[in-house]
């Protein structure tokens, strides 16, 4: 990238660790806002499959497809141009197998140009893990409560099965995930894990102890349709802005004051 700020890397995010500089990471899914979260210095863009509650309207994760996460990669890809981009592997797809997940991963990094795959499970998805790595492929693990397996845990709840989390992070670790994403872990578990592994972990609902943190954009800034997790940290209220700036326009439009003279071509 010769002229431009360099793009941050498994090295880069390795480092951070090791120097104690705290890692950020939001979720992005489409050109705009993943432009805006670079040039504001995300270290990591995230295409969740998130986007099934946040875009598309869904109960869960479940529905969305590897076609949708390809779609909102490449978008994001194309606007990234010094955060890492990581796209989630979408239900069932981390879940079929070493082959199979192997060249669903592959297919996800030619088709968007992302830089990393992320994949939810720990020790049961070791030798998956090992192959991505082995392929080439960065992959971070999901541990904690995994989304994707909401029906089977009875919901989204703190996950507090301590001796199960530290051999998901260790086994991940071990396998060569180059990080380790705790979801909904109480703060000293995620602690102990961090404290355990090389590699940076990164926590949403997992306590400050974390080497980083992500949250899921739309709630950061309040463009949210629904419930909001305890964990999060809103910094604005966008949808109501953009409630009052619409019916401010739709005011102006039934008033014949928009547009203005200034506003149209002689
Ligand atoms: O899909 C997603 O956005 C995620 C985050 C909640 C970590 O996995």
């Given at each position: 990238?010769?002229?431009?700020?360099?793009?941050?890397?498994?090295?880069?995010?390795?480092?951070?660790?090791?120097?104690?500089?705290?890692?950020?990471?939001?979720?992005?899914?489409?050109?705009?806002?993943?432009?805006?979260?670079?040039?504001?210095g995300v270290d990591i863009l995230l295409v969740g499959d998130s986007l099934g509650m946040v875009i598309q309207g869904e109960?869960?994760?479940?529905?969305?497809?590897?076609?949708?996460?390809?779609?909102?990669?490449?978008?994001?890809?194309?606007?990234?141009?010094?955060?890492?981009?990581?796209?989630?592997?979408?239900?069932?797809?981390?879940?079929?197998?070493?082959?199979?997940?192997?060249?669903?991963?592959?297919?996800?990094?030619?088709?968007?140009?992302?830089?990393?795959?992320?994949?939810?499970?720990?020790?049961?998805?070791?030798?998956?893990?090992?192959?991505?790595?082995?392929?080439?492929?960065?992959?971070?693990?999901?541990?904690?409560?995994?989304?994707?397996?909401?029906?089977?845990?009875?919901?989204?709840?703190?996950?507090?099965?301590?001796?199960?989390?530290?051999?998901?992070?260790?086994?991940?670790?071990?396998?060569?995930?180059?990080?380790?994403?705790?979801?909904?872990?109480?703060?000293?578990?995620?602690?102990?894990?961090?404290?355990?592994?090389?590699?940076?972990?990164?926590?949403?609902?997992?306590?400050?102890?974390?080497?980083?943190?992500?949250?899921?954009t739309h709630d950061l800034i309040g463009l949210t349709v629904g419930r909001v997790p305890k964990f999060v940290r809103q910094?604005?209220?966008?949808?109501?802005?953009i409630q009052q700036a619409v019916q401010e326009f739709n005011a102006e439009v039934r008033a014949g004051t928009f547009p203005?003279?200034?506003?149209?071509?002689?």
């Amino acid at each position: 990238m010769t002229g431009q700020q360099r793009r941050i890397t498994t090295q880069t995010l390795l480092r951070m660790k090791q120097r104690r500089e705290r890692i950020s990471m939001l979720t992005a899914y489409d050109f705009t806002m993943a432009s805006i979260l670079d040039t504001a210095g995300v270290d990591i863009l995230l295409v969740g499959d998130s986007l099934g509650m946040v875009i598309q309207g869904e109960e869960t994760t479940i529905p969305v497809s590897l076609r949708d996460m390809i779609y909102h990669g490449r978008l994001v890809a194309r606007a990234a141009k010094r955060a890492m981009v990581v796209v989630d592997l979408p239900f069932p797809h981390g879940q079929l197998g070493v082959r199979k997940t192997l060249a669903v991963s592959a297919r996800i990094m030619k088709q968007t140009g992302c830089q990393a795959v992320k994949l939810e499970g720990g020790a049961e998805q070791a030798a998956t893990i090992r192959a991505l790595a082995g392929a080439g492929i960065a992959v971070i693990a999901h541990v904690g409560l995994r989304p994707q397996s909401v029906h089977r845990l009875g919901g989204y709840h703190v996950q507090r099965n301590t001796e199960q989390i530290l051999e998901d992070a260790t086994a991940a670790e071990a396998a060569g995930a180059f990080c380790v994403l705790m979801e909904c872990v109480p703060t000293e578990l995620a602690a102990q894990v961090t404290a355990a592994l090389k590699v940076p972990t990164i926590g949403i609902g997992a306590g400050p102890e974390c080497d980083g943190q992500v949250l899921v954009t739309h709630d950061l800034i309040g463009l949210t349709v629904g419930r909001v997790p305890k964990f999060v940290r809103q910094k604005l209220d966008l949808s109501k802005e953009i409630q009052q700036a619409v019916q401010e326009f739709n005011a102006e439009v039934r008033a014949g004051t928009f547009p203005s003279l200034d506003e149209s071509f002689e």
